[in-house]
């Protein structure tokens, strides 16, 4: 009971930070949103130990599969942000376009490929700018630098 209890409080705590997305911060927004797969764990221990089809074989084999997808899931994910934290890149020209608007000029120190439109998220280790904040390549595939425009007050709730 206690389980689905708390189960039940991260789903309140998901649903209303998904309502409230432009409001908090998106750093505060990733740690609720790990919060998803505690509760899918939850809902998944349930379904298979207590739920009225706990007893199907069917749908034993259906949890299993999606249990061993989750896991895969988060072990590329983890795989995922180790492998691509050796990507540097240095930054080669900031251009104030408007008071809040500038954009970003980064030169990748390994080859970086890309397709046009494509985003990325970048952590500059400066200042204030620590968090990760998206940034959409706004450079052709085929250019040595990758350039890219932001507005500070948008980059305000992603910190």
């Given at each position: ?66 249990f ?38 980064i ?9 046009a ?7 500059l280790?400066?200042?204030k ?31």
């Amino acid at each position: 009971m206690t389980l689905g209890v708390f189960a039940f409080y991260i789903l309140i705590c998901v649903y209303f930070s998904s309502v409230l997305y432009k409001r908090i911060s998106h750093k505060d927004w990733q740690y609720i949103h790990l919060g998803t797969y505690i509760l899918f764990f939850f809902a998944l221990y349930h379904a298979m130990n207590i739920g009225s089809d706990s007893k199907n074989v069917l749908f034993k084999i259906i949890f299993a599969i999606l249990f061993f997808a989750v896991i895969d899931g988060i072990i590329y994910r983890t795989y995922y942000k180790f492998k691509h934290k050796k990507d540097r890149f240095i930054v080669r020209e900031v251009k104030w376009k408007t008071e809040n608007v500038f954009s970003l000029e980064i030169e990748p120190q390994q080859k970086f490929s890309f397709k046009a439109g494509q985003f990325c998220f970048l952590r500059l280790n400066k200042d204030k700018l620590y968090a990760r904040h998206p940034f959409t390549i706004a450079s052709s595939p085929n250019e040595k630098n990758l350039k890219s425009q932001r507005n500070l007050l948008d980059m305000k709730r992603w910190m």
